[in-house]
């Protein structure tokens, strides 16, 4: 954690109860502040001297005659004007990564620039920012989070782009010119803990994984995170592999009942929705960037959630391009809720449509194709032995559903019918299936 110490004198503050704050001088004061529900009991001329705004507020109150003035929307509230008014008395003040952007709003709000003085409060923020803050891969988290309370004007003095900046480039460096903390619980490859199997007698230094701050950025709620994640991608220097672990780790630390497949509706069900459509929104578009179960277990956590169909249908292309990564057991997702049948078999159907699909796609897809339908599919055609493995997978899963008693007949002969002949070469698996059928 970075500190700065601003001042030279004596902390003089002191509290009376819980809604008063005074300075401890035998100088009487003269102006009262109210801050919210707390009085603070201050001297003008400090605060004049280094804040516009209070000379405006003032110069209002002696017309007036009053010796009162009201902040009620100050940011950060009571705290952050203690801050300011210790800055203001000279006072020592330790400003950090939790403090300093209500500091620096405070700051704005009260109009402390450099015209008024110079080395005002705002000017020696923004220095604290910019050599420390944001040269540190955990305070720039923190500070980042903090910003969210103080919007917007966090947004417009450009802490928050700054520090979605600084994350950035920092995740996007090379791995091996990472010096700083991080938070990495994840079980880690033999050679990352310097225990390669075939080492030679010479203990490898500890590397650095590629993915060292995926798990820090799950601290971030999603509208930050997608922001940090849309940044590192337009770096260009993060593999769409490492994105992908990224995605997947915040989808498994932000939804509950994820790892389980038991996402529920709940009493977060349009946060839980927003998470899982920009989670989807977000994958890579490489081929291969996620694995296919992960993008399964998005479809079923989507259908349970009531998610738009354009996120379904995009997972459903992708999982189409993988298909034979797939497993019967992750194929097995339940129907809609008043549908006759146990499990949603036009889903899977348009996943192996999208899988046969690819053979065709250079033929099928013109120049004008859209550029979703261009993202989704590989450029290669697939190969013979994806077929075969399609073919398997389609025949496990008819056995699975053939015990379904409402599985209509031409549900089940059309799927089987999508397989080739060439890619079953050996049919004991649609024979086992068949008779499952018949016997229910």
Known sequence: MKYMKL??????????????????????????????????????????????RMQKLVAAANEENNDEIDLPDIPGGPAAFEICAKFC???????????????????????MHENIEKGN????????????????????????QATKLLLPLSGDLKVVSHCIDSIASKASIDPSEVEWSYTYNRKKLLSENGL?????????????????????????????YKRVIIAIKNKGRMSGEVIGEALK?????????????????????????????????????????????????LLRAACLLDCEEMSKKQLIKRIGCQLEEASVADLLIPAAAGESTIYDIDMVSSMVEEFIMQDNSNARTSPQATEELLEVRSPALVSGSSKLAVAKLVDGYLAEIAKDPNLPLSKFIELAEMVAVASRPVHDGLYRAIDMYLKV
């Open 7 to 52: 001042g030279s004198k004596p902390d003089v503050f002191q509290t009376e109860g819980n809604n008063i704050r005074f300075v401890a001088t035998e100088l009487a004061t003269d102006i009262i502040v109210n801050v919210g529900d707390v009085k603070f009991y201050l001297h003008k001329f400090p605060l004049l001297s280094k804040s516009s």
């Open 121 to 144: 409060l705002i000017y020696k923020i923004e220095v604290f920012l910019n050599s420390s803050i944001f040269r540190s891969w955990k305070d720039s988290i923190i500070v980042l």
């Open 249 to 297: 780790a915040y989808a498994y630390r932000r939804l509950s009942g994820f790892s389980k497949c038991t996402v529920t509706h709940g009493s977060d069900v349009l946060k839980n929705q927003a998470i899982l459509e920009t989670i989807v929104w977000l994958l890579p578009a490489e081929a291969g960037s996620v694995s296919c179960s992960f993008l399964l277990k």
């Open 196 to 224: 390669d199997p075939h080492w030679n007698g010479v203990r490898k230094q500890q590397t650095v994984p590629k993915d060292w701050w995926v798990e820090d950025l799950c601290e971030l709620e999603m509208d930050f």
């Open 89 to 111: 008395y000279g006072m020592i003040v330790t400003l950090n990564a939790y403090n300093v952007v209500a500091a620096r709003c405070a700051a704005e709000y009260l109009e």
